[in-house]
């Protein structure tokens, strides 16, 4: 996988994911969430949690984005299916050429999405972040949306026995650019003098039926802040297209991400049409490669050994101090059984703390002859299960492994998993499964 060349990279990362043949649009989300096969309706297609910006002002102050509209001041009302949460918004002109993009992030289990009181989506992995366009389904003026989280859903057999109350963290309306970026893929390595190699992939994703020109730019900043290298270069999106604009660049002497020296190079991607800014995003890098060889985890080239803690993001995730407070006790890595936020994982890239998330899957009281880790009927679910756990946290220095489940049994759903990680992953990371008691799925 590493002679992939960036381009190749970028399709396989953001090719969307496999998702089981699908039931109807009306057929209630209640309805279709009691079959395994149905894993979501109207989601869209995982991707990092990039911030974006109107612009560089707002960009550098960190302040609250105008492209981002948190939804508050939520009705709750309990009903047979689970527990419904609805807000108001208010959809005017200004709003016109933009995309409206539902983000809902932290549901404690399958939710589904309703506006102005008519079903237009669902996921049965609703932990982590979901996204919905609702671009065509609000009206001017007032809309309601509605947020359901569902009691009884056959996805809950890979979930494990939970007390949390059916809620979620936070929810907002994304507003960005009918051309925005999508996404970021970032690999990098090394050289044999110790200069940092960076290719970036900035994915364009055009919602227009007709084509554009746009200047895609980027800038790369040390941890100190001082601006490296910038390059831009012009792309011409299609009819709802997605393009990957690709950039090459060489850091000397790169400082590199390690959790004894955890430096985080900025990176910021814009865009200009016809002479405008449409759009800011930000994140920060690291430069540090990891992969397993016979003796372990290697990291930068070093083999390093793992002191871990398992910390539960529905519980409460660890703040900054708690988090070097682990690290002064010997840890040096966190296994998250379930997903965390992308607070969290920025956390993990500021102080050092290593991280191998997990895909959403675990059956502990379940045998290995009903596990559905053997039942081919829960093969697509494992596998999209995995992939979100990837493709929202791929941009973190910090995750250096990438778990398909955990105390989950095994079988033929997990070995597809296995593979499946395994043809998306270009920076060899490794793909672990910690039970599988010697079979050939995993890395470590």
Excluded at 246 to 251: E, G, K, L, M, Q
Aim: hydrophobic share 40%.
């Amino acid at each position: 996988m590493r002679h992939l060349s960036t381009l190749l990279w970028a399709l396989l990362l953001l090719a969307v994911p496999r998702v089981a043949a699908q039931i109807e649009p009306h057929t209630p989300a209640s309805v279709a969430l009691a079959s395994p096969d149905n894993i979501s309706h109207a989601l869209l297609t995982p991707r990092s949690a990039l911030p974006l910006y109107p612009s560089r002002e707002q960009m550098d102050a960190a302040a609250a984005s105008d492209f981002i509209i948190p939804l508050e001041s939520w009705q709750v009302d309990s009903l047979p299916e689970g527990t419904r949460y609805t807000a108001r918004f208010k959809r005017n002109y200004r709003f016109d050429d933009k995309e409206m993009v539902l983000r809902v992030e932290g549901a404690t289990g399958a939710i589904s999405v309703a506006v102005n009181d008519v079903e237009v989506g669902y996921t049965s992995a609703g932990r982590g972040r979901s996204e919905f366009d609702l671009t065509k389904k609000l009206k001017e003026n007032h809309n309601t949306i509605a947020i359901t989280v569902h009691r009884n859903y056959a996805a809950q057999a890979l979930e494990g026995p939970s007390t949390t109350p059916l809620t979620f963290r936070k929810a907002a309306l994304l507003t960005p650019p009918r051309v925005a970026v999508a996404d970021y893929v970032v690999a990098t390595k090394f050289n044999k003098q110790g200069d940092g190699l960076l290719n970036l992939g900035v994915v364009m994703q055009s919602f227009l039926l007709n084509s554009k020109d746009y200047t895609v730019y980027y800038e790369l900043y040390s941890p100190e802040g001082k601006l490296l290298t910038s390059a831009n270069k012009v792309v011409t999106t299609a009819m709802l297209s997605r393009d990957t604009v690709n950039f090459f660049t060489r850091v000397p002497a790169a400082k590199r991400w390690s959790p004894e020296e955890p430096n985080l190079y900025r990176l910021v991607v814009y865009t200009r049409h016809e002479n405008r800014i449409k759009e800011f995003t930000t994140k920060q890098i690291g430069f540090r490669t990891a992969e397993a060889d016979e003796s372990g985890l290697v990291l930068n080239g070093t083999p390093i050994d793992i002191k871990a803690t398992t910390i539960h993001p529905e519980q409460a995730e660890p703040t900054e101090s708690e988090l070097n407070k682990l690290r002064k006790e010997g840890y040096n890595l966190v296994f998250t059984p379930r997903p965390a936020s992308d607070e969290f994982y920025s956390l993990c890239d500021k102080v050092g703390m290593l991280v191998c998330t997990s895909a959403d899957i675990t059956t502990p009281d379940l045998d290995i002859s009903s596990s559905p880790s053997n039942n081919p009927l829960w093969r697509e679910s494992y596998i999209w299960r995995a992939q979100m756990a990837y493709h929202t946290t791929k941009l973190h220095p910090s995750v250096v492994m990438f778990a398909i489940g955990h105390n989950a049994q095994n079988g033929i759903c997990l070995y597809e998993s296995y593979l499946a990680m395994k043809a998306i992953e270009g920076e060899t990371r490794p793909i672990v499964y910690p039970d599988a008691a010697g079979e050939w799925n995993t890395d470590l």
